[in-house]
């Protein structure tokens, strides 16, 4: 069975993929990594203070007779871990903009790619499609079948609605029990400081995450045309102007854009990363392989 | 000015171009182009918005203005002067021309006079071939170059070119009435254009007004800034000196100006040469008193001059001067008679008065500047009256039996009447002075010539004596007047002084007091004072000299000026060859009439003193009289306006630049954009 996102070229390079198997075996997504859920046979690691998500079963209600405050008691405990995949598919996402297919279909191909390459490492994985909302959501699971679930809902889905992406990261937490990888793919067309006050919970959480911005060529530099009535795709506004006129400009708001969401990242020890969508996947792989060998 | 298109029906064509400004100004159709968000360009055309909107509007502002001068080429406008004919309508057109002689002074190296004869011929210049013109100079007989206007520009331009300021004042209302009596014969189009200094003295009181249907334009020469130092009287005190007596030239010297100024006054009396250094504050005028003796009597030429100066027309001042011998004293009256007797030793008594007898019959001839005469009664009226138009003073001693109201009528009195009786008193009557303040009683104010009242008359006329229109100098104790002096109505300009003497020497010892002598003297003096000088010919500048040769022949007589150099002169009309005139009108100077026996009569001409003040009128008076005024400024464009210039090459022109200027605005905007695109740089995706 042949799935429009998992291309065969792409499974043999994943196979051949040494680094990542390699990655995987040592325990990358799974196995050997130190959980800090708590579990019958674990040790106790710390106390942290109770964030939006966490199981009120964990609160240590000795402490906050004590102080009035919720701390949740955590313990360690070896687990395979679990990746967790965000793919927002509002309309921006449909835009091509230059070489190459769409910002969610390069989303849909490197989400297929590493479900694959998860569930291949016997770990878990879930997919939350979203856009001012979760759409679609396929709880973690690491079976073959679970695999093509994910890869038939990855087809299966087309952009639509507008960007809420703070909003969708807010409800996407509250369906995420346990800790793992968050990976967020999406073209970030939402306020900075809001997108982190989303992303809160799984950063106080544990959760290792991953924002992936995806920008067609076009989006760059508003490309070669004369005057141009800009339509959004998302709200149908429009806007005319002449973009080589605005090109520097707009080039500088975006950088600053940019620029605010790495300095949030960079704070929040959170991994961001600028990708063209005319180019491939792979540079992701090796930038995750990369963080997890740091 | 005027504003005229020759092509106006461009302005229909003009509107070809609309769909080409609507092509250029309106939007193109844009491409229609998805975009994931406009947030962030929105963001980035608000940051571009601000800088980019003034370079629009400069963009804008230009090609707008390069369109309107491209639309103002194809009108092919021209621009007018307010003298030039639009459509070759004849027009007639009257230029007064102020030649007067404020009108001499420099403004800088031109004259006031080179600045209006440049405009007239500017105006000339300007007017269409079938045009009439003539121009009225404003000198001191108005008068017209040409009769009425006429076409002949040419001759009216060169007279312009010889025309010369007159040390004359200018016959402002005779010019402009012989200007509108020209243009109200005419038709057409008229103007009177009026060319002056507008001096404020002369100017002031002008009524500056044009009939309907003519249209009345000023324009205005000369400035504001123009000191002056002014000569505006030369006069001598007294007026008749007597031969030896000491005397005073008086000047008086004007500063028509805001600082003061020092000069040096030279004045010239016979043979005596005077100067003296006088400072005159601003806006003011200064007495200058230098005084002379005139060792014989005659006509003495006197002359006085200023330092030299930026207007020297009113320096200088001229004046005769009538020095006399001794004065003259006749006595008429009955060989006799104690009245004429007292009369004569009292005269004699007199330094500088040469008293002698004269029988009635000379009465008539009598060369005397008093005459007394006794025993009056009434005869020789027509001699004594040619006596008092002559100038001369006259006493009238009144005997018994004149008839009061013969003498009264002759004399102008009315209300008395009866024949004079004598009546006698042994007490006698005393006399009162009833006129303490009269200049004959100021030498006797100190009391050391004595009282002049004092004395008793036993006797005196029965008649009361004319109080009407006299001035009594002397009464009775009881009232009645004793001495009085008359006004002799027969002359028009000074009348006669004529004393009614009604005190009688022969009961009385009046005439043995000290203080008669000097009474008597004091009053000779007063009525010789009261005397008619000899007219001293003084005449206007601009006005031809005159004289009437009478029984002369008029071919000896000549006219010579100071220097001695003849003037033409001619019979004024063929049919009285006798009254002869100069043929050119009378400049400032000292002339004489002459003959193989001498100098005939003085004839003396100064320059007007209205002219000195140089002073225009000012911009608010300028304003409020009628017609239009011309700045000096427009007038001095009228040459280069002529009959209009076009006016297309400018628009033309100026479309040039402005799309020139537009493709430099163009490029500097570009520039400018330019780095920002050069090194724009993909934005590194660092994954």
């Not at chain 1, 989303?107 to 979203?130: E, P």
């Not at chain 1, 968050?182 to 924002?211: C, K, M, Q």
């Not at chain 2, 010297?253 to 030279?266: I, M």
Request: glycine share 6%; charged share 25%; net charge neutral.
């Amino acid at each position: 069975m042949s799935y429009k996102y998992l291309r065969p070229e792409d499974v043999r390079r994943l196979e051949s993929y040494e680094f990542a198997a390699r990655l995987l075996a040592e325990g990358w997504l799974s196995g050997r990594h130190r959980s800090h859920l708590r579990g019958a046979s674990t040790e106790f690691h710390e106390y942290r203070a109770y964030t939006p998500g966490d199981s009120p079963s964990l609160v240590d209600w000795r402490v906050f007779a004590r102080s009035d405050r919720h701390y949740v008691k955590t313990f360690e405990q070896e687990t395979n871990l679990e990746c967790h995949l965000l793919v927002d598919s509002s309309s921006s996402m449909a835009f091509r903009g230059g070489a190459g297919g769409s910002k969610l279909e390069f989303a849909s191909y490197f989400a297929a790619a590493l479900a694959w390459l998860v569930v291949r490492g016997s770990d878990r994985v879930s997919l939350q499609i979203f856009d001012d909302h979760v759409r679609e959501f396929i709880p973690a699971g690491s079976t073959r079948q679970h695999l093509q679930q994910i890869l038939s809902t990855l087809e299966r889905n087309a952009p639509r609605g507008p960007t809420a992406l703070a909003a969708a990261l807010q409800r996407a937490a509250l369906q995420i029990k346990r800790r793992g990888t968050v990976i967020v793919l999406s073209d970030f067309y939402d306020e900075p400081a809001a997108i982190f006050t989303a992303l809160n919970p799984f950063i106080h959480r544990g959760f290792r995450v991953h924002l992936f911005h995806l920008l067609s060529p076009e989006e760059f530099d508003l490309g070669e045309s004369a005057l141009s009535r800009y339509e959004d795709m998302e709200t149908s506004e429009h806007l005319t102007l002449h973009p080589r006129s605005l090109a520097e400009s707009y080039r500088e708001t975006l950088n600053n854009h940019i620029t605010r969401l790495r300095t949030l990242c960079a704070q929040r020890q959170v991994d961001y990363a600028v990708t063209r969508t005319d180019g491939t996947f792979w540079p992701l792989f090796d930038r995750i392989a990369g963080e997890v060998r740091a | 000015m005027n504003l005229t298109f020759a092509n106006p029906a461009w302005l229909l064509a003009g509107l070809a171009l609309v769909p080409l400004l609507a092509h250029l100004f309106s939007k193109t159709r844009p491409r229609r182009r998805e975009f994931p968000s406009l947030k962030l360009l929105r963001e980035a055309m608000r940051q571009v918005t601000r800088v980019r909107k003034p370079r629009d509007r400069w963009l804008l502002i230009v090609r707008t203005l390069a369109m309107l001068a491209l639309i103002g080429a194809f009108l092919q406008p021209w621009l007018l002067s307010r003298f030039a004919s639009t459509s070759g309508i004849s027009k007639t057109v009257v230029l007064v021309v102020d030649v007067s002689a404020s009108m001499a002074w420099a403004d800088g190296t031109q004259t006031r006079l080179a600045q209006a004869t440049t405009a007239a011929e500017d105006v000339l210049a300007t007017l269409p071939s079938n045009s009439r013109a003539n121009v009225v100079w404003v000198r001191g007989f108005a008068a017209g170059e040409l009769p009425e206007p006429g076409p002949n520009l040419d001759y009216l331009r060169d007279a312009l070119r010889k025309a010369t300021a007159r040390p004359e004042a200018g016959d402002i209302a005779g010019a402009l009435s012989l200007a509108l009596k020209q243009l109200n014969s005419s038709d057409g189009d008229r103007e009177l254009i009026v060319i002056s200094d507008f001096q404020r003295s002369a100017w002031r009181e002008v009524n500056l007004e044009a009939p309907a249907g003519i249209r009345l334009t000023r324009i205005a020469v000369g400035s504001d800034d123009a000191a002056n130092l002014a000569l505006a009287g030369l006069v001598l005190e007294p007026a008749r000196p007597v031969a030896g007596q000491a005397a005073q030239i008086v000047c008086r010297v004007r500063n028509f100006s805001a600082s003061p100024r020092r000069t040096t006054l030279f004045a010239e009396a016979g043979e005596s040469r005077l100067s003296q250094a006088v400072e005159v504050a601003p806006w003011s005028e200064t007495l200058a008193v230098l005084p002379v003796k005139f060792p014989r009597e005659g006509i003495v030429n006197m002359k006085a001059t200023l330092g030299e100066d930026a207007f020297p027309g009113d320096n200088t001042r001229f004046a005769l001067a009538d020095i006399r011998g001794a004065l003259q004293v006749a006595i008429a009256g009955p060989d006799d008679d104690t009245t004429a007797r007292t009369w004569l030793r009292g005269a004699r008594a007199l330094d500088g008065v040469a008293a002698r007898r004269i029988t009635p019959d000379e009465i008539a001839t009598a060369r005397a500047e008093v005459l007394l005469v006794s025993s009056w009664k009434g005869e020789h009226r027509e001699a004594l009256a040619a006596f008092l138009k002559g100038g001369g003073a006259l006493v009238l001693s009144p005997a018994e039996g004149l008839d009061v109201a013969v003498a009264g009528e002759w004399l102008g009195q009315t209300g008395a009447t009866g024949i004079i009786g004598v009546e006698k008193r042994d007490s006698g009557w005393g006399l009162k002075l009833a006129a303490e303040e009269h200049p004959v009683f100021s030498l006797f104010a100190s009391g050391a010539y004595g009282d002049p009242a004092k004395g008793t008359f036993r006797s005196r006329t029965s008649v009361p004596l004319f109080v009407e229109k006299s001035r009594p100098l002397l009464t009775f104790d009881d009232g009645r007047v004793a001495l009085t002096i008359l006004d002799y109505p027969g002359t028009t300009d000074r009348p006669s002084a004529v004393v009614w003497w009604n005190l009688d020497f022969a009961s009385s010892d009046w005439a043995t007091r000290t203080a008669f002598v000097p009474f008597f003297g004091e009053l000779i003096r007063h009525l010789a004072s009261r005397t008619t000088a000899p007219a001293l010919r003084v005449f206007e500048p601009g006005a031809p000299l005159r004289f009437d040769a009478a029984a002369l022949d008029p071919s000896g007589v000549r006219l010579v000026d100071e220097s001695d150099k003849p003037l033409a002169i001619a019979p004024e009309n063929p049919r009285t060859p006798n009254r002869l005139a100069t043929s050119a009108p009378a400049t400032p100077g000292s002339y004489r009439w002459m003959s193989q026996d001498g100098t005939l009569d003085h004839a003396i001409v100064n320059f007007p003193d209205t002219e000195s003040d140089l002073r225009r009128m000012t911009s608010g008076e300028q304003e409020q009289a009628a017609g239009t005024l011309v700045s000096t400024r427009e007038r001095t464009r009228l040459s280069d306006l002529r009959e209009g210039r076009p006016l297309w090459a400018w628009f033309l022109g100026a479309a040039a630049v402005l799309f020139l200027l537009e493709g430099v605005l163009l490029r500097i905007f570009q520039k400018q954009d330019a780095p920002a695109l050069g090194n724009a740089k993909p934005t590194e995706v660092s994954v």
